[in-house]
T-cell receptor
Framework: ETGVTQTPRHLVMGMTNKKSLKCEQH?????MYWYKQSAKKPLELMFV???????ENNSVPSRFSPECPNSSHLFLHLHTLQPEDSALYLC?????????????FGNGTRLTVT | KNQVEQSPQSLIILEGKNCTLQ??????????LRWYKQDTGRGPVSLTI?????NTKSNGRYTATLDADTKQSSLHITASQLSDSASYIC?????????FGKGNQVVVIP
């Protein structure tokens, strides 16, 4: 149990579908993150939320839309994705954003876009 | 060019043997360096975190070293076990950013 729970674990969707990824952290952390992990590439930071406010958006296409309703929950809404968006999407949290506290990752959602 | 380079990309070792993974970085200014272990189908889990003033830090059979002058770190696994099969990711924090390596894929065989 990592303290960060992601659902679903696996998702297959067509390019015209709309789906959402969910992340919940039970660690009392103030910052939450979405990362994309593709094969043989470093983790790519997508979004950062600190105290429920988005503080960073790394030029992510608008077909990815994050939502942070409170400090414990983070969503990633997906629509009209492309096959190259197939990857492992990792949620993480940390005590604070931008300092030395380590990231705590969930186990990810394996997304396949057909 | 990635700011964090790891080598070897992958290696296979016999159970009980030792191995060393390398991480070179160009991140500046430097704040800290972290090693994560990622099992297949799981998220990364923190093994060690080292700041500028720390040369070595251990976590059980894992020992990380840091040379901030040459911007190099290593992760040494002692007496490897089958459960050590995983990807080991080097992450460097500096300039308010985290820079990730691609990972070292380790396979331990009986």
């Amino acid at each position: 149990e990592t303290g960060v729970t992601q659902t679903p674990r696996h998702l297959v969707m067509g390019m015209t579908n709309k789906k959402s990824l969910k992340c919940e952290q039970h660690l009392g952390h103030n910052a939450m993150y979405w990362y994309k992990q593709s094969a043989k590439k470093p983790l790519e930071l997508m979004f950062v939320y600190s105290l429920e406010e988005r503080v960073e958006n790394n030029s992510v296409p608008s077909r990815f839309s994050p939502e942070c309703p409170n400090s414990s929950h983070l969503f990633l809404h997906l629509h009209t994705l492309q096959p190259e968006d197939s990857a492992l999407y990792l949620c993480a949290s940390s005590q604070e954003q931008g300092n030395n506290s380590p990231l705590h990752f969930g186990n990810g959602t394996r997304l396949t876009v057909t | 060019k990635n700011q964090v380079e790891q080598s070897p990309q992958s290696l296979i070792i016999l159970e009980g043997k030792n191995c060393t993974l390398q991480c070179n970085y160009t991140v500046s200014p430097f704040s800290n360096l972290r090693w994560y272990k990622q099992d297949t189908g799981r998220g990364p889990v923190s093994l060690t975190i080292m700041t500028f003033s720390e040369n070595t830090k251990s976590n059980g059979r894992y020992t990380a070293t840091l040379d901030a002058d040459t911007k190099q770190s290593s992760l040494h696994i002692t007496a490897s076990q089958l459960s050590d099969s995983a990807s080991y990711i080097c992450v460097v924090y500096g300039n308010n950013r985290l820079a990730f390596g691609k990972g070292n894929q380790v396979v331990v065989i009986p």
